[in-house]
C-alpha cells in the first residue's frame, strides 16, 4: 500500500534505548582470572566463555521488531470494538502475560468496523495525512490513520455534520520500528467543525515498554507490545455561544499486535478539567477488539464450510472446487504462520472434506487459507 510521507514537528525528541534483558552477567575479576598457574590457552579460553555468555543473553531476550508491514491494512477486514469503564495496563517488563479475560463483548454496545480502499470514502481530501480508513458502525463514518514506516497515528474522524476531526499534525501512538525500550515525545493538533480552529493542542511523552502476549475472552495474542506514557491536552470549543476549555491529564496505554489494524486493548486514565464550572470528572475507559474478520479477496472454491466456529477439538472443511490450478489449504495463525496444513488439492473439479484437530493450539484467532495461483481465500477461525 502506497504510504504519505508523515511531515514530523521539528520540535519532536526520538531516542531508543536497548536492554538485554532480566538476566545479569558476573564477569570474573581480573586477578581471578590471571594466576600464576594457568597458561595463556585457559586464560584464553574463559575469555571466549564469557563472550558466549553476554551473546546468549543478549539474543535470548531479543524480542522481534513490530514494523508497519505487521499492521492489518487490508479492504474488506472487518473487526468489532467495545468499552468498560475501568483501567487496567498490566506491568511492563519482557515476556509478561496481560490478562484481559474480564473484559466483556457484552458490555454496552459494540461498534462494527470495516476497512475501506483507501479513496473510497470521498472524504480523504480532508484529511492529507491519513492512508488508511476505516468505519465506525456506519457506511458515512469514518476513522482516518496515517501509517508510515516511522510511526502509526490517528489523523482524524468524519461523520456527519459537525461531527468531524481532522488532526493537522497526527496523534502519534506507536513508532517503528517498535522494540522495547524506544521512547518518543509528541505533540499533536486537531480541528473540529466549531470554532475557533484548530481546537485542540496535545502533548505526549510515551515509551514502548513491554512485550508479551495478551489474554482476550477470545483468545490469546501473541507478540504483543505494550505502549504507555503521559499525555495531555486543551479542547476549545463553543457551545450555545459560549467558548467552552476542558482539559485532560492522564495516562495513555496502547497494546498493538501484528495482524490487527488497531491496538488489541486500548486504555485511558486520568482527569478530565472544565475550569470556568470547577467540574472535576475521573476517566477510566478500555477499548478492546471483541471480533475480527478477515475479508475474502477472491472466491477460488465455491460452498466454502469451516464448522464449527468456534472449535475445540475437530475443525471440518468442506468446499467445492472448480478451479483448473492445484489448491494449497493451510490454517494460519494471525501473525500469518502456517501452524497446520492439509496440503494441497490438484487440479479440476473437487468436492473436498476433511479434519483438522485444533485440540492442541492455544485458544485464539486462527485464519483459514485456501490459495490458488495468486488468489487467496481465507476464513476467520477461532479456537476456544
Known amino acids: 500500500m502506497a504510504r504519505q510521507p508523515h511531515n514530523?514537528?521539528?520540535?519532536?525528541?526520538?531516542?531508543?534505548?536497548?536492554?538485554?534483558?532480566?538476566?545479569?552477567?558476573?564477569?570474573?575479576?581480573?586477578?581471578?582470572?590471571?594466576?600464576?598457574?594457568?597458561?595463556?590457552?585457559?586464560?584464553?579460553?574463559?575469555?571466549c566463555l564469557i563472550a558466549l555468555a553476554a551473546l546468549f543473553c543478549s539474543h535470548a531476550f531479543a524480542q522481534p521488531p513490530l514494523t508497519a508491514d505487521d499492521i492489518e491494512t487490508s479492504a474488506g477486514v472487518t473487526f468489532s470494538t467495545n468499552s468498560m469503564d475501568t483501567a487496567v495496563i498490566g506491568t511492563a517488563g519482557n515476556n509478561q502475560i496481560w490478562d484481559f479475560t474480564f473484559l466483556s463483548h457484552n458490555f454496552g454496545q459494540p461498534r462494527d468496523h470495516q476497512i475501506m480502499e483507501f479513496g473510497s470514502t470521498g472524504h480523504e481530501d480532508l484529511f492529507p495525512n491519513?492512508?488508511?480508513?476505516?468505519?465506525?458502525?456506519?457506511?458515512?463514518?469514518f476513522q482516518y490513520i496515517s501509517l508510515t514506516d516511522n510511526a502509526y497515528?490517528?489523523?482524524?474522524?468524519?461523520?456527519?455534520?459537525?461531527?468531524f476531526n481532522i488532526y493537522l499534525d497526527p496523534h502519534d501512538f506507536i513508532i517503528f520500528p517498535a522494540e522495547i525500550g524506544a521512547s518518543f515525545s509528541d505533540s499533536y493538533i486537531s480541528s473540529g467543525a466549531s470554532e475557533p480552529s484548530p481546537n485542540?493542542?496535545?502533548?505526549?511523552?510515551?515509551?514502548?515498554?513491554?512485550?508479551?502476549?495478551?489474554?482476550?475472552?477470545?483468545g490469546t495474542v501473541e507478540g504483543a507490545y505494550r505502549v504507555?506514557?503521559?499525555?495531555?491536552?486543551?479542547?476549545?470549543?463553543?457551545?450555545?455561544?459560549?467558548?467552552?476549555?476542558?482539559?485532560?491529564?492522564?495516562?495513555?496505554?496502547?497494546?498493538f499486535a501484528p495482524g490487527f489494524p488497531i491496538p488489541v486493548v486500548s486504555?485511558?486514565?486520568?482527569?478530565?478539567?472544565?475550569?470556568?464550572?470547577?467540574?472535576?470528572?475521573?476517566?477510566?475507559t478500555m477499548q478492546f477488539i471483541?471480533?475480527?474478520?478477515?475479508?475474502?479477496?477472491?472466491?477460488?472454491?465455491?460452498?466454502?464450510?469451516?464448522?464449527?466456529?468456534?472449535?475445540?477439538?475437530?475443525?471440518?472443511?468442506?468446499?467445492?472446487?472448480?478451479?483448473?490450478?492445484?489448491?494449497?489449504?493451510?490454517?494460519?495463525?494471525?501473525?500469518?504462520?502456517?501452524?497446520?496444513?492439509a496440503g494441497q488439492i490438484g487440479a479440476g473439479f473437487v468436492h473436498y472434506q476433511s479434519q483438522?484437530?485444533?485440540?492442541?493450539?492455544?485458544?485464539?484467532?486462527?485464519?483459514?487459507?485456501?490459495?490458488?495461483g495468486d488468489a487467496t481465500q481465507m476464513v476467520k477461525v477461532v479456537v476456544k
Open 200 to 218: 485542540m493542542f496535545g502533548e505526549s511523552q510515551m515509551e514502548i515498554d513491554g512485550y508479551g502476549d495478551i489474554l482476550m475472552p477470545w
Open 153 to 163: 497515528a490517528t489523523a482524524g474522524f468524519y461523520g456527519p455534520w459537525p461531527s
Open 8 to 47: 514530523f514537528n521539528s520540535s519532536r525528541k526520538w531516542s531508543t534505548v536497548f536492554s538485554i534483558g532480566s538476566s545479569n552477567i558476573q564477569l570474573l575479576p581480573t586477578e581471578f582470572l590471571i594466576s600464576t598457574d594457568q597458561n595463556n590457552e585457559t586464560i584464553k579460553k574463559q575469555c
Open 290 to 341: 471483541s471480533n475480527f474478520t478477515v475479508s475474502t479477496d477472491e472466491l477460488v472454491v465455491n460452498d466454502l464450510q469451516v464448522f464449527p466456529n468456534p472449535a475445540s477439538d475437530q475443525l471440518t472443511i468442506d468446499f467445492e472446487k472448480r478451479d483448473a490450478q492445484p489448491l494449497q489449504v493451510d490454517l494460519l495463525s494471525v501473525q500469518g504462520r502456517v501452524v497446520q496444513s
Open 130 to 141: 491519513a492512508n488508511m480508513a476505516y468505519t465506525v458502525n456506519s457506511d458515512d463514518i
Open 267 to 284: 486504555v485511558t486514565e486520568g482527569i478530565l478539567t472544565i475550569p470556568e464550572s470547577q467540574e472535576i470528572s475521573d476517566v477510566e
Open 356 to 372: 483438522m484437530d485444533v485440540s492442541k493450539l492455544p485458544a485464539g484467532f486462527y485464519l483459514f487459507r485456501l490459495a490458488a
Open 228 to 255: 504507555s506514557g503521559t499525555t495531555e491536552y486543551i479542547n476549545v470549543f463553543v457551545s450555545q455561544g459560549d467558548t467552552v476549555e476542558t482539559f485532560f491529564a492522564g495516562i495513555l496505554t496502547n497494546f
